[in-house]
Structure formats: C-alpha cells, structure tokens
C-alpha cells in the first residue's frame, strides 16, 4: 500500500538536545511539507520541499532544520535552538507543490522533559 | 496570506442530528478550499476539497460542503451525525498556484448518545 511513514510515534528529549523526525513516503509525490500542531491552533508550516535537493522555510522554521536528498524521504531535526519544541509533528506530501491535496502521515508526538 | 476562520472551537450534537462546521476565509481571488478530519494521535485525513466547478462538493462519510464566493464561506455539513464521526475538523485554504496551506485552529466535535 503506499502512504507516508512517519517514526518514531513519540519521542522524548531532554532539553539541549537534537532530535531527527523520520517522514518517508512512497506515493512518487514530488512535495513534501512538515506541520506542527499545538492544541487550538491548527497546523503551521515548518518547512517545504517541492522538489529533491530544494527545500523553502515555512512560517515557524526556527529552530528547525531538514534535508532532501531522495525524493521519498524529508528528515526534520529539531535543534536545540527550539524554545518550545513540546508538540505533535505532521507530515505531509502532494503529487505537484501547491494547491493539489495533500496527504498527511499519522504524526510524531514530540515531548522535552 | 491566507486567512481562516472556523467558528466554535467544540461542537456538541445528538446521534442522528444535523452537523455544521463554519468555515469563513479571506481572499481577494476564489481559492482552493479543504475539510480534513482528525481522530486522536493521527493524521489528518481529506474529507472533500473543492477546486472549480460545482459549488456544492460531495465527500466521504456523508459530508458535504458548500462554496459561497459572496460570503467567503466553506461550511461543512453532514444531515444525520453518527457516533463514529466524533473528532477534530479542520479547514485549509490555499490560493491557486499557492505552495501553502492556511489551516483554521479546528473544531473539535462530539457526540451524544
């Protein structure tokens, strides 16, 4: 079946650490995009990629950081830089970047203790 | 940017009740409209989009939502709520050949019995 992976589903930091968030699909979707979730405030977009190699800031992208050097996977590491980094991470992907649907993985619960 | 406004953050209705989410957006041109549905600790899931054409726009599980160019609205409405629907719904907006989806903060429905 294709779909988007994401790993681990919770992940826990202690505070001064970097940590990687998996987001792997096998859909051939050329754009691929991170969102944080926080409750009451719906999705932000960390950061984007449209195509392999290029990769654009969001809205929220500090402390934050990602690669894409294979059109299936788009790895986000969040640094030590990230003052709040307590949040549910969404991946998502679309055939063409922009307005065509996006489908999103089932997410990773990030917790800083 | 984008901006979308999803009125009542928790909506409570009776097994068998209509359901209505407001959706209200703001754009100078038509954009490209969403409903995504989220069940706890997962990822969002497209319940129906609306690009060009028909205004009124069929989805999954019953779902239906309404473009209204006049009142910059998106309401998404289902006639009979089934317990099974209990979740959180969320409006995303995007201008045409935008990269970006603008998300409301969500509403999060329940269901009586």
């Known amino acids: 079946d294709g779909g988007i992976t994401q790993s681990p589903k919770y992940l826990f930091r202690k505070e001064g650490q970097n940590v990687t968030l998996s987001c792997e699909q096998n859909?051939?979707?050329?754009?691929m995009y991170w969102y944080r979730q926080d409750p009451g405030q719906g999705l932000r977009l960390i950061y984007y990629?449209?195509?392999?190699?290029?990769?654009q800031k969001g809205d929220i992208a500090e402390g934050y950081s990602v690669s894409r050097e294979k059109k299936e996977s788009f790895p986000l590491t969040v640094t030590s830089a990230q003052k709040n980094p307590t949040a549910f991470y969404l991946c998502?992907?679309?055939?063409?970047?922009?307005?065509?649907?996006?489908?999103f993985g089932p997410g990773t619960r990030l917790t800083v203790l | 940017a984008q901006s979308v406004t999803q009125l009542g953050s928790h909506v409570s209705v009776s097994e068998g009740a209509l359901v209505l989410l407001r959706c209200n957006y703001s754009?100078?041109?038509?954009?490209?409209l969403f409903w995504y549905v989220q069940y706890p600790n997962q990822g969002l899931q497209l319940l129906l989009k609306y690009t060009t054409g028909a205004t009124l726009v069929k989805g999954i599980n019953g779902f239906e939502a309404e473009f209204k160019k006049s009142e910059t609205s998106f309401h998404l409405t289902k006639p009979s709520a089934h317990m099974s629907d209990a979740a959180e719904y969320f409006c995303?907006?995007?201008?045409?050949?935008?990269?970006?989806?603008?998300f409301g903060a969500g509403t999060t429905v329940t269901v009586r019995a």
């Open positions: 859909l051939n979707h050329d754009a």
């Open positions: 998502a992907s679309s055939i063409v970047p922009g307005t065509d649907t996006q489908y």
């Open positions: 754009s100078s041109v038509p954009p490209y």
């Open positions: 990629s449209q195509i392999v190699n290029d990769f």
């Open positions: 995303a907006v995007s201008d045409p050949g935008d990269y970006k989806l603008s």
